[in-house]
């Protein structure tokens, strides 16, 4: 029942593509290798900018400086407390008010000092277990507090070092078990 005046239509590229395009759907091309459907929705990619930034604060120099950062803060908020609460007198006679804050200061900044040096050790410690490790898990804060721990004691005897590491190890362990099981 075909007519003999009927033209059948040769189909150019171009019109294949677009009829795919209807019938598939449309694809956006973010970058030179990946296709993303859109039916899949918004899809985040970062950026270059965005990786950088992120490399920058997943570094090993960044969290430590990080964590001898707010370790200082911290050792300073707790040396103040303390030096507050108790401070030790010197002579029977009473203090001046100069001299329980400049042994306030004293105390404060040595709290704020050894909380630095032991957060900087402890996350340099971590960031690079857990670099050679190519794991994350709570192994890497176990080795991490045996070995600050070990470092620190260290200056005391070996005797002291090992109890030091088993102590921070331990240590460690409850904290990062705590934290993850909550």
Same mark, same amino acid.
């Given at each position: 029942?075909?007519?003999? #005046?009927?033209?059948?239509?040769?189909?150019?590229?171009?019109?294949?593509?677009?009829?795919?395009?209807? $019938?598939?759907?449309?694809? !956006?091309?973010?970058?030179?290798?990946?296709?993303? %459907?859109?039916?899949?929705? %918004?899809?985040?990619?970062?950026?270059?900018?965005?990786?950088?930034?992120?490399?920058? $604060?997943?570094?090993?120099?960044?969290?430590?400086?990080?964590?001898?950062?707010?370790?200082?803060?911290?050792?300073?908020?707790?040396?103040?407390?303390?030096?507050?609460?108790? %401070?030790?007198?010197?002579?029977?006679? !009473? !203090?001046?008010?100069?001299?329980?804050?400049?042994?306030?200061?004293?105390?404060?900044?040595?709290?704020?000092?050894?909380?630095?040096?032991?957060?900087?050790?402890?996350?340099?410690?971590?960031?690079?277990?857990?670099?050679?490790?190519?794991?994350? #898990?709570?192994?890497?804060?176990?080795?991490?507090?045996?070995?600050?721990?070990?470092? =620190?004691? =260290?200056?005391?005897?070996?005797?002291?070092?090992?109890?030091?590491?088993?102590?921070?190890?331990?240590?460690?362990?409850?904290? #990062?078990?705590?934290?993850?099981?909550?």
């Amino acid at each position: 029942m075909a007519s003999s #005046d009927t033209k059948y239509h040769q189909m150019t590229p171009e019109e294949w593509l677009s009829l795919t395009k209807y $019938f598939v759907g449309n694809n !956006q091309r973010y970058r030179e290798n990946i296709i993303l %459907p859109k039916f899949l929705g %918004p899809v985040k990619i970062k950026t270059n900018e965005e990786k950088a930034v992120e490399a920058v $604060f997943e570094s090993c120099a960044f969290k430590s400086l990080m964590s001898c950062v707010v370790g200082y803060g911290l050792g300073a908020a707790i040396g103040l407390f303390s030096s507050s609460v108790g %401070p030790s007198v010197t002579s029977v006679e !009473q !203090q001046s008010a100069k001299e329980v804050f400049r042994e306030m200061k004293t105390t404060t900044l040595s709290y704020a000092k050894n909380f630095a040096i032991i957060g900087a050790i402890f996350s340099a410690v971590e960031c690079t277990i857990e670099s050679a490790r190519g794991k994350s #898990d709570w192994k890497n804060g176990t080795y991490a507090g045996a070995v600050t721990g070990g470092i =620190l004691g =260290l200056r005391a005897g070996v005797k002291a070092a090992i109890f030091g590491a088993a102590g921070f190890a331990a240590f460690s362990t409850a904290i #990062d078990y705590y934290m993850h099981s909550r």
